[in-house]
């Protein structure tokens, strides 16, 4: 039985020839049955890329090479199939955009807090809790009593900051998917005078690793969104109950799909009124040829590659 597996990791640490390791990378995974994103900025690395084990571990170590690093924060998760549709190699101004330049480093001053330890220090009275994602994400799960700064995207979330009710004196919790979108956050809020924060070691999923492996209570609550085609995850790191409209790349559940607003491949009661004509027309000619080349058994760019057992 082959064995599947999606990698999710991150490092910053100066890339002075982006351009160059993104060759090597392109010339490497050419012949490796691979799907995912890398991307590749001054800042550092940040993938999610799925494939058979044997591969992954070879280009793990293969980057940390190129890099000449020898720490990513790396989390591995088993799929049944690969959740991308192709391998991209991308170079890009941030590895997580927030439109702001800020000096980070996997350096000591950030106060990490354990997922064995977390439930018991959010709990506190004196602790604020603060998602660090979008909105779109909390919908669908989120730790109790956590606060949602209503973002669309990462980069509205230095305007949204002046808008909560967080004072520079009190105790800040962050966390979010993996952790990289906290490292920056956490650099934010020193920059901006706040000096209590914590964030969650690793994200969520990390946390859902922990409590699936020792089985014990959690102070979260419904799925965690990912960005591949599972859409969702569960406490268990299982594929969760959502599907993603590809008109907007929202979670939709039961009810969304059965909207006359709903329409596969195209559009959502989310985006129904935010996309263009053109933009569906695209949609509906791309959904059309996926279609056609499923119901005749041919490869296209949108075709799972499922286990074999």
Known sequence: MHSFELYSFY???????????????????????????????DEGINASISGNKEDLIKIFKFIKKILNI??????????????????????????VSLGLKLAIENDKINNYIHPSKWDEFISKKDIKVLDIRNTYEIDIGKFKKSINPFTETFREFPNKLKKLNISKTDQIAIYCTGGIRCEKASHLLKEKGFKKIFQLQGGILNYFAHKKNYKTKSLWSGDC????????????LESGNYIQCYGCRRPLNKDDLKSNKYVKGVSCPKCFYERSASQKKNSINRQTQIEKAEEQSLNHPFKKIKLIR
Do not use: C, H, M
């Open 11 to 41: 490092r910053f640490t100066k890339i002075s020839n982006k351009i160059e390791v993104k060759k090597k990378l392109d010339q490497y995974l050419e012949s490796k049955i691979v799907r995912g994103t890398i991307l590749l900025a």
């Open 70 to 95: 020898r720490k990513i924060n790396l989390k591995i998760n088993n799929v049944d199939y690969l959740p991308f549709n192709r391998i991209k190699v991308r170079l890009k101004k941030e590895i």
């Open 225 to 236: 969104f990912v960005f591949d085609e599972r859409v969702s995850v569960n406490k268990y």
